[in-house]
Structures are given as C-alpha cells and as structure tokens.
C-alpha cells in the first residue's frame, strides 16, 4: 500500500502565480512611497521586519489556494490475481539415477537441486512430486506451500522403493493428481534415465490418459545411454557393508520419452550434464508462464484541513507580533 497525492481541482493552483506579482508590486509601491515610514516609529533589527506582516499574509494567501485546489491522498492497494498451473513432477529413485556422470554428484542429487529452483521460480503455482522406482509414490500432493514442497524434496532418497523403472505407473499416478485439478493449464515434468521395465500400466496407456485428460506432459530423458559408474552396496569380507562402483550399462529410451510428448502437446528433452539439465527446467519455466492480473485500488481522502488552519495561523502571526513589538502594522 502506497500513498499518492492528488488535486481535485488543480486548475486553481494557476492562481499561485499571481503571488510573485504581489510582491513585486509591494516593494515598488514601498520605493516610491519611502516616506510613509516616517510617521511610522523606528523598529530594531532592519527594515525586513516592516516587510515581515506582508510576506506572512502572502503565504497564507498561498495555502488557501493550495487548499481550494482539495488536494487529496490516494491509498492504492494492489491485488495479484493469478491463474496458477498446477505442476506434478515425476521423478525416478531407481537405482541407474545413482549414476556418477553428473560430477561431482550424482543425476537424482542434481534432479533434486535444480527442481528446488524450478519451484521457487512458480510462485502462485500448486506443484506436487511422484517418485518412482519399480512402483510408484506420491511424495508430495499438489500444493502451493512451497516451503514443505522443500522440505519433502530434500527427503527423497534412492533404494527406498522396490528398484525398476516403471514409467506408465508413475504417469498414471501423476494423472490421477491432476484429474480433478481447476486449472486452466496442467502439466506433468517426468525426469527418467531408463526404459519402461515395471508396472503394470503401458506407458502408452498412460500418455493417452494425459491426453485425454488435458495433461501436457514434458519429458526429460536425464543421462546418455551407455556404460556409466553406478555407486552399489555390497557385503564383503566379514559380512560389512561396502560400497563398490562398477560399471553399468544404462539405456535411455529416447523414441519412448519423445513419443509421450509429442502426444501430450509437450516437448522431449535431453540432459546430459548438470548444465543442460538447469537449463531445461529454466526452457519449461519459460514456456509455462502464469498468468498474472494486477488490480489496483485508490481510496482518496481529503486534506485541505490543516492548509486552512496553518493559513488562518499566518494571518494572524502578524498582530500577535505586532502586539509583541517585533513588528509594526501601516
């Protein structure tokens, strides 16, 4: 909330010009006349205490007209009405994600450092999260508290669902989150690095689902397929547990991913390092923008008041001095 100020009547304030002239004219008709001060009895300090009544009545004359003119303060309120887009992101935990070609850390640790920006950027946006593996969790309904969207972001964790990588079920679930959702535009960010192996719902069933169901489904294929370094856990000897890397051959099904997009009036992306990664969701917050209307609201309110009351004030200072003896009235 702010306040502006505003006149009323501002044409009045033309009249303020006429002020300089009153002056000019008091001083010339005061040099001609010079000799109207001797009947008049000496005051100490200088001549400017003669001029001292005129010049404080014509400030007065310059508030009343200040105060004629109604100058008024408008309060403005600002309202932010936005049509959200309701956002499910759709994450794989399989085990492939713990791939360590996103140095220095692996593709889930990246996923979820640049999802935390994605969401801070979608103020006025309900966005939820379902993590995947060999089945499907929502760990996040949709939701417009972005602060526990964090909080459960931050929590997700690999091997914490049986390991596979089902896609169809995973759309699926995030489908049937945003089915009943009022917005204007939905959408679904799926980020997989692997290939429809677990489930029991076609992807193709599920992107047709999407489809029908208004959904536009962005899919983010996360690593190149090939032979990467996988981090596993294994017992050695004396039955600890240790973590061993080997290398893993991991597939990314490309035709797949490009497939539900292109159906779902979405687009495929490919992210092949922590980079190219930030700057895809930076391309998908770019091409989902929300909506924004601003409305604005001005409540004036008067105040010429203490103008009359300052300009009554400088109308009589002149006599209180006078009577004072610190002026003199002709």
Same mark, same amino acid.
């Given at each position: 909330?702010? %306040?502006?100020?505003?006149?009323?009547?501002?044409?009045?304030?033309?009249?303020?010009?006429?002020?300089?002239?009153?002056?000019?004219?008091?001083?010339?008709?005061?040099?001609?006349?010079?000799?109207?001060?001797?009947?008049?009895?000496?005051?100490?300090?200088?001549?400017?205490?003669?001029?001292?009544?005129?010049?404080?009545?014509?400030?007065?004359?310059?508030? +009343?007209?200040?105060?004629?003119?109604?100058?008024?303060?408008?309060?403005?309120?600002?309202?932010?009405?936005?049509?959200? *887009?309701?956002?499910?992101?759709?994450?794989?935990?399989?085990?492939?994600?713990?791939?360590?070609?996103?140095?220095?850390? %692996? /593709?889930?640790?990246?996923?979820?450092?640049?999802?935390?920006?994605?969401?801070? =950027?979608?103020?006025?946006?309900?966005?939820?999260?379902?993590?995947?593996? &060999?089945?499907?969790?929502?760990?996040?309904?949709?939701?417009?508290?972005?602060?526990?969207?964090?909080?459960? +972001?931050?929590?997700?964790?690999? %091997?914490?669902?049986?390991?596979?990588?089902?896609?169809?079920?995973?759309?699926?679930?995030?489908?049937?989150?945003?089915?009943?959702?009022?917005? =204007?535009?939905?959408?679904?960010?799926?980020?997989?690095?692997?290939?429809?192996?677990?489930?029991?719902?076609?992807?193709?069933?599920?992107?047709?689902?999407?489809?029908?169901? &208004?959904? =536009?489904?962005?899919?983010?294929?996360?690593?190149?397929?090939?032979?990467?370094?996988?981090?596993?856990?294994?017992?050695?000897?004396?039955? /600890?547990?240790?973590?061993? /890397?080997?290398?893993?051959?991991?597939?990314?099904?490309?035709?797949?991913?490009?497939?539900?997009?292109?159906?779902?009036?979405?687009?495929?992306?490919?992210?092949?390092?922590?980079?190219?990664?930030?700057? *895809?969701?930076?391309? *998908?917050?770019?091409?989902?923008?929300?909506?924004?209307?601003? =409305?604005?609201?001005?409540?004036?309110?008067?105040?010429?008041?203490?103008?009359?009351?300052?300009? +009554?004030?400088? +109308?009589?200072?002149?006599?209180?001095?006078?009577?004072?003896?610190?002026?003199?009235?002709?």
């Amino acid at each position: 909330m702010s %306040n502006l100020p505003n006149f009323q009547d501002p044409w009045i304030l033309l009249a303020l010009l006429t002020l300089p002239p009153l002056a000019w004219w008091r001083h010339r008709q005061r040099g001609h006349g010079a000799l109207t001060y001797s009947s008049l009895p000496a005051v100490a300090g200088g001549s400017w205490r003669l001029h001292l009544p005129f010049y404080l009545r014509l400030v007065a004359l310059g508030l +009343l007209i200040v105060a004629l003119a109604r100058p008024q303060f408008g309060f403005t309120r600002e309202e932010n009405l936005t049509e959200g *887009i309701d956002i499910q992101v759709v994450l794989d935990i399989s085990g492939s994600m713990a791939a360590e070609d996103f140095q220095p850390r %692996n /593709r889930l640790t990246v996923a979820k450092d640049v999802m935390r920006e994605f969401i801070d =950027k979608r103020v006025g946006d309900r966005i939820g999260i379902v993590i995947f593996a &060999g089945r499907s969790l929502t760990k996040a309904p949709l939701t417009s508290d972005h602060q526990m969207l964090q909080f459960l +972001l931050d929590s997700i964790e690999l %091997n914490t669902l049986p390991d596979g990588t089902a896609i169809g079920l995973a759309l699926t679930n995030a489908a049937a989150r945003l089915k009943d959702s009022a917005a =204007k535009t939905k959408i679904a960010v799926l980020v997989t690095d692997g290939v429809n192996n677990a489930g029991n719902v076609d992807p193709d069933a599920a992107a047709a689902l999407c489809e029908g169901l &208004g959904i =536009k489904v962005y899919t983010i294929g996360v690593g190149t397929s090939g032979t990467v370094p996988v981090p596993v856990q294994v017992r050695g000897l004396g039955g /600890r547990i240790e973590t061993r /890397r080997m290398a893993m051959n991991v597939e990314v099904d490309e035709e797949l991913l490009q497939k539900i997009a292109e159906r779902t009036g979405g687009q495929f992306f490919q992210a092949t390092d922590p980079q190219s990664l930030r700057a *895809i969701f930076d391309e *998908i917050d770019e091409l989902e923008k929300t909506p924004l209307e601003t =409305k604005r609201y001005i409540r004036y309110k008067e105040s010429f008041q203490p103008l009359v009351y300052a300009a +009554l004030a400088f +109308l009589f200072l002149p006599l209180l001095l006078a009577s004072l003896g610190w002026t003199v009235e002709p």
